[in-house]
T-cell receptor
């Protein structure tokens, strides 16, 4: 049974970079059948898929167009975790951020989520 | 991007009655080369993350009660709860996973 443990600051200043980490237990970030996603949820934007990383003989990433110029999702094989970096944040980026596992492209497990507020 | 639109936005159904939620995609999410429809349904209860109910448009995730069923093809989909239980009060989302970005619908709030 996979478990995902999120960590990172709950408050980020405007124009700075939002950084979150998701530690994986019960599976491997290097799995050839899984992908590792970031999704956020806010009252104004609903559920928004942001991006993913996955390993299929080499590492791949996919990102939502809405954040593509600002987002990086990175695997960390030494710690079996993956991270989200979202640069140049504004109050519009305030949301509950979820890390999530997918089997293939089917998102089958969400972490508990973490509220990140963008405010000075 | 494929846009997902759900209807209605909210729904009130009596206990023991049938609930039906609709979802429409802006383009087909059926992939003819493998005959699969790239559509999932999720349930989200207050204070919890979404939970996968249905994938491939009609396959129930392990452990999901059989009162939940999914149907539809190409661009029009339905989630049906055959006999509503009190614990089914939640917001329900459809999502496609045909090609990134994997957009969600806006959600349907189900109440008793």
């Amino acid at each position: 049974q996979v478990q995902l443990q999120q960590s990172g600051p709950g408050l980020v200043k405007p124009s700075q970079t939002l950084s979150l980490t998701c530690a994986i237990s019960g599976d491997s970030v290097s799995s050839n059948s899984a992908a590792w996603n970031w999704i956020r949820q806010s009252p104004s934007r609903g559920l928004e898929w942001l991006g993913r990383t996955y390993y299929r003989s080499k590492w791949y990433n996919d990102y939502a167009v809405s954040v593509k110029s600002r987002i990086t999702v990175n695997p960390d094989t030494s710690k079996n975790q993956f991270s989200l970096h979202l640069s140049s944040v504004t109050p519009e980026d305030t949301a509950v951020y979820y890390c999530a596992k997918s089997r293939g492209s089917i998102i089958d497990y969400f972490g508990q989520g973490a509220l990140v507020t963008v405010s000075s | 991007d494929i846009v997902m639109t759900q209807s209605p936005d909210s729904l009130a159904v009596s206990l023991g009655e049938r609930a039906t939620i609709n979802c429409k995609s802006s383009q087909s999410v059926f992939y003819s080369s493998n005959n699969k429809t790239y559509l999932a349904w999720y349930q989200q209860k207050p204070g919890q993350p979404p939970k996968l109910l249905i994938y491939w448009a009609s396959t129930r995730e392990s452990g999901v009660p059989d009162r939940f069923s999914g149907s539809g093809s190409a661009t029009d989909f339905t989630l049906t709860i055959s006999t509503l239980q009190a614990e089914d009060v939640a917001i329900y989302y459809c999502q496609h996973y045909y090609t990134p970005p994997y957009n969600f619908g806006q959600g349907t709030k189900l109440e008793i």
